[in-house]
């Protein structure tokens, strides 16, 4: 309630400038709880009370007044654990990432656009604004499908989610999997073992993978993955027969055929995958083996920096605002004297 009646403020009253977590971290901070008296007001909520003199029915008013129904005691441990969750908020580098929206998710949908998101894998720390980012990106892409385009983005948007299970949790990722393919929007899991995918989501892991149209196996040794993509592969007929010989006074022979159904790949058959191969599973096609794509011989190849290390986009570089000029590049100079008379 402390979350919604702030945000609610900072939403509704505060300047746009203002409307990040920044001021959020700062209301929080600012509020001051004495246990010995109830009475005491603390800045915010002098702010509360100036707008509930404006607007009684201000959404953020009438839950804010359910926070402060908190005795003290229990309103300051309210506040310690709101602080601790917005710690990261306090970062400095963070702080100003969060400040404003230079992103522009919503406009993804309209035009060829390529984002990048690039967290880490072993530090787990900040994996909530990758989810964050995407939880926003859905809700934005299908609002403006449904609003403007009448359901369906003119640009078709794909996010390549690499290391799906090293970036947090994507909320309510079962249902936009399911309601997000009408919108022209895709999204393809990277996983190491399906098992990770059911670490993170539990039940929830075979809706999303049931709402998958596509799934294709690069290979592993994960049993879990392996047994249920055994299954799903089905089975084959093969044609058995068995010979027997009886000795007694007599010496008899006998022959038989049988058909019976057979794994179309064990488990141990697909923990020995050959590297070059691929499992292709395509919903309403039943599932073939290929080979992998040689990437080098991709039309576009050279333009990687597998192809020349030239290729590598350094970002330190681009985002420098450092001009460099070339030997050959015509500028003029100017020097420029500034006073220090203080008459400015």
Known sequence: MLYTAL????????PEEEQNFSTLVEFINSMEVREDDEEFKNSVDLMFDELEEKSPDHFAVRQYKKFKLSAGKTAKSILVSCGARLAPFDIAELREVTAYDELELDTLGDRKTALFLIMSDTD???????????????????????????GRLPVHVRCLIDECANIGQIPKLEKLVATIRSREISACLVLQAQSQLKAIYKDNADTIIGNMDCSIFL??????????????LGKETIDTYNTGESRGRETSHSLNYQKLGKALMDVDELAVLDG?????????VRPFLSNKYDITKHPLYKYLSDYDKKNAFDIERFL????????D????????????????
């Open 7 to 14: 945000i609610g403020y900072i939403h509704y009253e505060a």
């Open 124 to 150: 787990d720390s900040f994996n909530f604004l990758i989810s964050m980012a995407y939880t926003q990106l859905f809700n934005l892409l299908c609002e403006k499908a449904d609003d403007v385009y009448g």
């Open 219 to 232: 290979g592993g040794r994960e049993p879990t993955t392996l047994k249920e993509l055994s299954a799903a």
């Open 276 to 284: 070059g191969k691929c499992i292709l599973q395509l919903r309403g």
């Open 320 to 327: 420098s605002t450092r001009l460099k000029p070339k030997s």
């Open 329 to 344: 590049e015509v500028y003029d100079v100017y020097e420029v004297d500034v006073e220090t008379d203080g008459a400015e």
